[in-house]
């Protein structure tokens, strides 16, 4: 039976740009006429997506799908991390959540999750032409290397070579490159096929000596040099540049960036309105004035609603509330907004904390998770927002907690909250909700700024794509791809 070639980026560190390069290939083979698919054995993150059976999965192998023209697919990332503390993930497998997990124990335990990464992989491999498969972190974590299933552990399993990516923007780009193959056990480093240099700002021309050099150090070329791209396509890394505060504009929507935020690329949308700041901030001189105040989920609701108290948010919020600035939570902040949230299984640790009161609404976290994609039209929207109704949504809802109202949005005087992630990706959606913004400031709203969020993405994958291919060198990393390992 043929089965797909597979090839591998990993990085010398995390956010070297490997999902991103990942999303550019997936979308470059599919231009070139090959079914291919992306592939990452274990995936840590709290930006995660439900698919049409109901299963979660890591958002960045969500958007490499895309990229790829396929349906997400749960064998595209078997294993999901979500961190609960900062020794602690919520584990799942095969979409279902297996357990929590402190660090310790799930490091003797994930060996034991080898046939059902496997499983994944045997029968994407059996479908497509191409695997495109994504590491984690670096290769070279030479405490953690004995029990890896996600870097050179997978590239053996998968008999991938490997594309090693450096982050020159950080600086000591080469050092980072050759240290990394160095730590590399001799095996290792022949599956090693090829360097890429990443976020490269400037003159190409002045790396030039730095690749002869680096090239004399680890025996394998250079597959491309690729610049700083810019391009409008959702991450899932807490490092993200989405998360720096930018410049304030004529409608200002503030994001609180809570401890453990979760899925903060749901605000995406608003971020493409030439008229509109979105900023995510941390305290209260960060949170000003803004036009709308935006509560996102979190992995640990009750433990980031104590911290929103601790450090005066939550009296800014309910100061700004009180004056007339909407407020809209979602999943968990749609928890936090309500009366109460309480824990009687102990999913976050047990007890019983006071939300902030400016939804009729309280929460109980359950022993399953809700996992479910839905749909439908707005209805009943008053206030600024009254714009929504009648446009379609559609998304996907995550969550332990299960609180005393199934309305697609709940509202109540100028605060509103959601369950639903994806909420304003369709289109005329946030372009409503920027209207009624524009028309509470009494601004005029752009009509320029109205796009069609599915060509728009689309045309980003396709931006990606163009800038990656110009920048790497195709013809090599199809030779690569063709010897394997």
């Known amino acids: 039976?043929?089965?797909?070639?597979?090839?591998?980026?990993?990085?010398?560190?995390?956010?070297?740009?490997?999902?991103?390069?990942?999303?550019?290939?997936?979308?470059?083979?599919?231009?070139?006429?090959?079914?291919?698919v992306p592939f990452k054995s274990q995936n840590m993150a709290l930006n995660s997506f439900i698919t049409e059976e109901g299963l979660e999965m890591g958002r960045a192998q969500v958007a490499q799908a895309e990229a790829a023209g396929v349906k997400p697919s749960v064998l595209m990332n078997p294993i999901l991390l979500k961190p609960t503390t900062d020794v602690g993930s919520q584990v799942i497998v095969n979409g279902e959540v297996r357990g929590n997990m402190r660090a310790m124990d799930y490091f003797k335990y994930k060996k034991q999750l080898v046939p059902d990464i496997m499983r994944a992989y045997d029968t994407l491999a059996a479908e497509n032409d191409i695997i495109v498969i994504e590491g984690a972190g670096s290769p070279a974590e030479i405490n953690l290397k004995?029990?890896?299933?996600?870097?050179?552990?997978?590239?053996?399993?998968?008999?991938?070579?490997?594309?090693l990516v450096g982050d020159i923007d950080r600086g000591g780009v080469f050092a980072q490159l050759y240290g990394t193959v160095a730590l590399l056990e001799p095996e290792e480093r022949a599956m090693v096929k090829a360097t890429v240099i990443n976020k490269f700002r400037g003159d190409v021309s002045i790396l030039a000596p730095g690749l002869d050099m680096l090239y004399d150090l680890v025996k394998v070329p250079c597959a491309g040099v690729v610049p700083y791209m810019r391009v409008d396509i959702d991450d899932e890394d807490s490092l993200s540049e989405r998360l720096t505060a930018g410049e304030r504009k004529e409608i200002d929507i503030a994001v609180i960036q809570l401890p453990r935020i979760s899925n903060f690329t749901d605000f995406s949308p608003f971020s493409r309105f030439s008229q509109v700041s979105l900023r995510y901030v941390k305290n209260v001189f960060e949170l000003g004035s803004p036009d709308l105040i935006i509560l996102p989920g979190t992995k640990a609701t009750m433990a980031d609603l104590r911290w929103l108290r601790?450090?005066?948010?939550?009296?800014?919020?309910?100061?700004?509330?009180?004056?007339?600035?909407?407020?809209?939570?979602?999943?968990?902040?749609?928890?936090?907004?309500?009366?109460?949230?309480?824990?009687?299984?102990?999913?976050?640790?047990?007890?019983?904390?006071?939300?902030?009161?400016?939804?009729?609404?309280?929460?109980?976290?359950?022993?399953?998770?809700?996992?479910?994609?839905?749909?439908?039209?707005?209805?009943?929207?008053?206030?600024?927002?009254?714009?929504?109704?009648?446009?379609?949504?559609?998304?996907?809802?995550?969550?332990?907690?299960?609180?005393?109202?199934?309305?697609?949005?709940?509202?109540?005087?100028?605060?509103?909250?959601?369950?639903?992630?994806?909420?304003?990706?369709?289109?005329?959606?946030?372009?409503?909700?920027?209207?009624?913004?524009?028309?509470?400031?009494?601004?005029?709203?752009?009509?320029?700024?109205?796009?069609?969020?599915?060509?728009?993405?689309?045309?980003?994958?396709?931006?990606?794509?163009?800038?990656?291919?110009?920048?790497?060198?195709?013809?090599?990393?199809?030779?690569?791809?063709?010897?394997?390992?």
């Open 310 to 485: 601790q450090n005066g948010l939550e009296a800014a919020i309910l100061q700004n509330a009180s004056r007339g600035v909407p407020v809209f939570g979602v999943c968990g902040g749609l928890q936090m907004l309500g009366k109460t949230i309480a824990d009687p299984y102990e999913t976050e640790g047990g007890g019983e904390i006071a939300g902030m009161g400016l939804l009729p609404i309280s929460t109980v976290f359950s022993k399953e998770k809700t996992r479910l994609r839905t749909e439908g039209a707005f209805a009943g929207i008053e206030g600024i927002f009254g714009g929504l109704n009648g446009l379609y949504y559609r998304g996907y809802e995550i969550h332990m907690g299960q609180s005393d109202s199934a309305a697609p949005v709940i509202r109540n005087d100028g605060v509103y909250g959601s369950y639903i992630h994806g909420l304003f990706d369709e289109n005329g959606i946030a372009e409503a909700i920027v209207k009624g913004l524009c028309e509470r400031r009494g601004v005029a709203f752009d009509p320029d700024a109205v796009f069609d969020a599915h060509a728009y993405k689309e045309s980003q994958y396709d931006m990606l794509a163009k800038t990656a291919r110009e920048a790497l060198d195709m013809d090599l990393i199809y030779n690569i791809l063709e010897a394997g390992v």
């Open 146 to 163: 004995s029990e890896d299933i996600v870097n050179m552990g997978m590239a053996k399993m998968a008999d991938s070579p490997v594309l």
């Open 1 to 36: 039976m043929k089965k797909a070639k597979p090839i591998m980026i990993q990085g010398t560190m995390s956010n070297a740009g490997k999902s991103l390069l990942c999303t550019a290939l997936c979308r470059i083979f599919r231009q070139d006429g090959y079914r291919v």
